[in-house]
Every structure is written in C-alpha cells, then in structure tokens.
C-alpha cells in the first residue's frame, strides 16, 4: 500500500476525503497526494518531461501545448523558465587555444519600421545591431556567448575573457584592432587578417566560431523574431544545445530535467 508523507508534520499515515485531497492521521491537515517538482507551476513531473522533450526535439510553443495537454500560456511560461536555465549553465573555463569573434543580431532592415529604414544604415562594427561576442575552445569544442548591452565595449569584452578562459591561453581572432590588447591582460594573441584575404594561417584561424554563428542565425531565423530584451534566452538555448550535442535526445532530456530540479 502506498504511503504519503504530510508536508505539514512528515506523519505517514492518511485517509482519501475527496477527489485528490488526503487527510492526515495526526495534524489533520489536508493536503494533495500529487507532487509538483517545480515550484510555481502545479504541474507533475510527468509533463514537464513531456513539455522538455518536445521542447528538444525543436518543435513549435503550440505544438509543446498540445502534447503534454496544457494551456499555450503555460506552455510558453514553461518555455520561458527553461530557456532561463539554459542560459545560465555557463562552461567551465576555458583553456589552450580559444577562438574569439565577433556577431551582430538585428534582422533584416527592410523589415524594420519606416522610421528607422529612413535612417542611414552601417554595416560591419558601426551598425545599430546588438553585438554578441562568442568564444570556442578547441579543447572542449564548447562555446560561450556573451550579448553585449547595447555596443561593443573593451573594457566589458576584456572582463568577460578573463573571467571565462585562464590567463596563459592563446586567443586567435580576426584583425579586428580591438583585440590587439589581449596581450597585454595575459594572453598569447594571433589573429588572421580578413581584410587583407587571410582567413588561415597554419592552425590560426576562426572557422569553428564563425561556423557556430552560422548555426546561430540560421536557428534564429526559424524563429521569426523576437523582443531585444529576450534574445540572451533564445541565444542562450542554442548555445546549451550547442555544448550538448554529443549527448543523445535522451541524455538531454535528463540534463535538462536535472538542471530544473536544481
């Protein structure tokens, strides 16, 4: 015979008394014999595994909705805390040889409103764009992505390379001068000039970060727009899928599911 614990007094003895409710033998306090792992959401553990691998196996907030039989509001809520979780599982850091590059996120401007189409656009590192900064180490073969505020700064970019790869590393970018004092905060610096038609020079080059900005805006475009406030969670979602991709759907899952119980 299953037994309940109250969670008022711990007792493990209790009676059924209507529909899902039990009642305790010593405190008489009455409480649910479900158990809901996540706190906010009175949801069994059950759904959540099925919103989780629906969710990983890319398909639509509706579609999530539909298969674990819950409202689209608390499908996307739902949605929303996991791609929370997701992006703040960083790697450890990082250590030998990193590549470093730099992207910018902002659709199309023929798609954006009259009054900014009107305004004469830049492109390259003048654009009006929000810059994302992303590192690969050839060690790990993990990436880590950084959405910077609002415009490139050093000073942030420089804090957040010593804070995610151990000084002594060596760094290849592009020939992007802002890079050109990484030298001097510890690092072995070599950059390969993309103005200049250098995209290789022996083992320098940036081809694994540029590759996984390719995956990025290819996975962002499939996604049909978002709000500036919200694009470090979708980043942060396929930058996770990124770093666990050696890792079966399954094994995923349970990744995932571990990382909510936390």
């Known amino acids: 015979m299953a037994k309940y614990s109250c969670p008022f007094c711990g007792f493990c003895r209790s009676w059924v008394v209507r529909g899902k409710k039990r009642k305790c033998k010593q405190c008489r306090h009455e409480f649910s014999d479900k158990t809901y792992p996540v706190q906010g959401f009175r949801l069994t553990k059950q759904t959540w595994q099925t919103v989780i691998a629906t969710f990983l196996r890319e398909r639509t907030g509706r579609r999530v909705?539909?298969?674990?039989?819950?409202?689209?509001?608390?499908?996307?809520?739902?949605?929303?805390?996991?791609?929370?979780?997701?992006?703040?599982?960083?790697?450890?850091?990082?250590i030998g040889i990193v590549e470093m590059d730099e992207a910018y996120i902002g659709g199309q401007r023929k798609n954006k409103r009259l009054r900014i189409r009107r305004i004469q656009g830049k492109r390259g590192h003048g654009t009006d764009k929000l810059p994302i900064v992303g590192l690969f180490s050839r060690a790990s073969g993990q990436v880590f992505v950084d959405v910077e505020p609002?415009?490139?700064?050093?000073?942030?970019?420089?804090?957040?390379?010593q804070e995610r790869v151990?000084?002594?590393?060596?760094?290849?970018?592009?020939?992007?001068?802002?890079?050109?004092?990484?030298?001097?905060?510890?690092?072995?610096?070599?950059?390969v000039d993309h103005a200049g038609d250098e995209y290789v020079r022996g083992d320098v080059h940036t081809n694994n970060i540029e590759g996984f900005w390719g995956i990025m805006k290819r996975k962002m475009s499939c996604i049909g727009g978002m709000r500036r406030e919200r694009l470090p969670l979708f980043v942060g979602e396929i930058v996770w899928k990124f770093n666990h991709r050696k890792q079966s759907l399954g094994e995923q899952e349970g990744a995932l599911f571990a990382l909510l119980l936390k």
């Open 65 to 94: 909705a539909s298969e674990a039989d819950v409202s689209e509001k608390t499908a996307q809520r739902m949605l929303h805390l996991l791609r929370e979780l997701m992006a703040s599982e960083k790697p450890a850091q990082f």
């Open 150 to 161: 609002r415009k490139l700064d050093v000073a942030y970019i420089f804090n957040t390379i």
């Open 166 to 191: 151990i000084p002594g590393s060596t760094i290849f970018t592009d020939g992007f001068k802002m890079y050109r004092g990484l030298a001097k905060i510890g690092y072995v610096h070599e950059f």
